[in-house]
């Protein structure tokens, strides 16, 4: 079956150091790899993906992430956070061949960084 | 450029009680979406579509219904309200492609009493 798994349900981090968000997959065959970003009271922000080709992807707001085949991870990272990061932060998956292509989601990791 | 637009963004309904919810997109995307968020539950897919005409069910389809006559409006239809569909509602959209991005709207906040 696929899945998505977000480990850590809470991450913080001080501001001015650097942030990392994990994120496992399973899925048949190769993956397209999303992390979406949500605000207190606000709808999902895309972020980042990884279709194919470089492993490390870059995305908006200064975040990247580092696709990585053999340990099946998407990792969300950033160098130095920022106090206006905290926010909830989901990773999504799906498949990108066969009969089930659905966008699977984590269930989300809550983001705090400390002044 | 508007995006995704939900209306309404609050509402408070009592049991038994129906309404629709409104998405409008301005992308002329093909895809559309309605999810469900609920705390630790994360986003679960209730109806989607794929384009002009065609509704297809997510994983919690039961007590919704959802109708797409016209590409940029995806409508999710509550017949007989429930204290379960409390939740907070989310229309998204995304062009056709396995690997694009979708693009989400502010959310709806049901209460049902």
């Known amino acids: 079956a696929q899945s998505v798994a977000q480990p850590e349900d809470q991450v913080n981090v001080a501001e001015g150091n650097p942030l990392t968000v994990k994120c496992t997959y399973s899925?048949?065959?190769?993956?397209?790899l999303f992390w979406y970003v949500q605000y207190p009271n606000r709808g999902l922000q895309f972020l980042l993906k990884?279709?194919?080709?470089d492993n490390l992807v870059k995305g908006s707001y200064g975040f990247e992430a580092e696709f990585n085949k053999s340990q099946t991870s998407f990792h969300l990272k950033k160098p130095s956070a920022l106090v206006s990061d905290s926010a909830l932060y989901f990773c999504a998956v799906r498949a990108n061949a066969g009969n089930n292509r659905k966008l699977i989601w984590g269930l989300g990791t809550s983001l705090a960084v400390n002044p | 450029n508007a995006g995704v637009t939900q209306t309404p963004k609050f509402r408070v309904l009592k049991t038994g009680q129906s309404m629709t919810l409104l998405c409008a997109q301005d992308m002329n995307h093909e895809y559309m979406y309605w999810y469900r968020q609920d705390p630790g539950m994360g986003l679960r897919l209730i109806h989607y579509?794929?384009?002009?005409?065609?509704?297809a069910k997510g994983e919690v389809p039961d007590g919704y219904n959802v109708s797409r006559l016209k590409k940029q409006n995806f409508l999710l239809g509550l017949e007989s309200a429930a204290p379960s569909q409390t939740s907070v509602y989310f229309c998204a959209s995304s062009r056709g492609s396995a690997n694009t991005e979708a693009f989400f709207g502010q959310g709806t906040r049901l209460t049902v009493v």
């Open positions: 899925v048949s065959g190769n993956p397209y």
């Open positions: 990884y279709i194919t080709g």
């Open positions: 579509s794929v384009g002009e005409g065609t509704t």
